[in-house]
């Protein structure tokens, strides 16, 4: 048999499998999920299955591995990463399986592994921002906090919107959207909203009135002696 038509064969078994393992994820628990229920689904027998993976954890591990490489191989080069991240958001969009593959992976059913190593992932190409706009490179830990700030923000965002709980805005609209938001914050969206940054300052300055309120009486409860 020629060995293009076996690498065929080869990916159609694998993509079947990875297939299978995203639409039961999104059906049961992982733990639950068995080598079984992934050969039923994907109509392969499990002889089959063994000749690629050693068990369900290494398929999904193969899962996870092949969204990585999907992300990766949409960006090369920094100075067109605005025209790359709306071809991605586009892609992602308009590619159901795409699309499930990372609701999958990062929703309630997902395995907390890949949002890390998503995390790790990205905070390299957020770290040599860092250091590109900001020379003199800041502390580590002001580096961590921002970035720890600013990922869960963006994932939100980017979900709703593939979520099309916003069905009119572009591609194009939500990564203006996004860069002005990192650069300037929510004032600098335009004179309009100046007024909601000042209900932000005056939401901001009564979360803090409230933390050290709740701060005090956590210190008199320490304080207290509740033995009996």
Known sequence: MPKETVN???QFTKTALRDAMI??????PLTSITVKD?????????STFYLHYKDVDSLLV???????EYIRSRFHEPAYAFDELVGFLKHMKGTPRIRKLFFVLVGERGDPRFARRLQEFTFQSFERGWHEHLPNGGLDDEKTLVYSYVLPGIVS???????DKMPDMSAEQ????????LLHGVTGLGEDL??????LNHLYAVLVIILYICLGCYSQCA???FSF
């Open 223 to 225: 304080a207290f002696d």
């Open 157 to 163: 965002v980017f979900y709703s919107w593939l979520t």
């Open 174 to 181: 939500l990564v203006c959207l996004l860069q002005k938001l």
């Open 194 to 199: 100046f007024p909601f940054g000042s209900y």
């Open 62 to 68: 193969a899962v996870e591995d092949y969204a990585i």
């Open 8 to 10: 065929r064969r080869v």
């Open 38 to 46: 992934v050969c039923a689904r994907a109509d392969i027998n499990r």
């Open 23 to 28: 639409e039961l994820i999104c059906e049961k």
